[in-house]
Nanobody
Framework: QVQFVESGGGLVQPGGSLRLSCAAS????????MFWYRQAPGQQRDMVAI???????NYADSVKGRFTISRDNAENTVYLQMSSLKPEDTAVYYC?????????WGRGTQVTVSS
């Protein structure tokens, strides 16, 4: 069973930066398409960024130019570098892995942007 564990969340002031990590257990990490999602209180869970096994990326319009997704297959880890953070970025951030019809979610890490 593949497991994914997020880390790196916390409290940051508006305009600040954070880097989230999602570490995978098991093998074959490099062939997964990896996602970052976020869910604010009372809101649906929305996709933030995606990176394919080939390294292609895409972002939600709300984070383009501020967030960067990357992966280190040797470390079995996907990252989300977040800059110029805004209060509306406050949410629980989840990573998701997809391989064919199979999907695996992490448990999430809280990001709070507040002064």
């Amino acid at each position: 069973q593949v497991q994914f564990v997020e880390s790196g969340g916390g409290l940051v002031q508006p305009g600040g930066s954070l880097r989230l990590s999602c570490a995978a257990s098991g093998s074959s990490f490099s062939i997964y398409t990896m996602f970052w999602y976020r869910q604010a209180p009372g809101q649906q869970r929305d996709m933030v960024a995606i990176i394919t096994s080939g390294g292609n990326t895409n972002y939600a319009d709300s984070v383009k130019g501020r967030f960067t997704i990357s992966r280190d297959n040797a470390e079995n880890t996907v990252y989300l570098q977040m800059s110029s953070l805004k209060p509306e970025d406050t949410a629980v951030y989840y990573c998701k892995a997809r391989l064919g019809l199979r999907e695996y979610w992490g448990r999430g890490t809280q990001v709070t942007v507040s002064s």
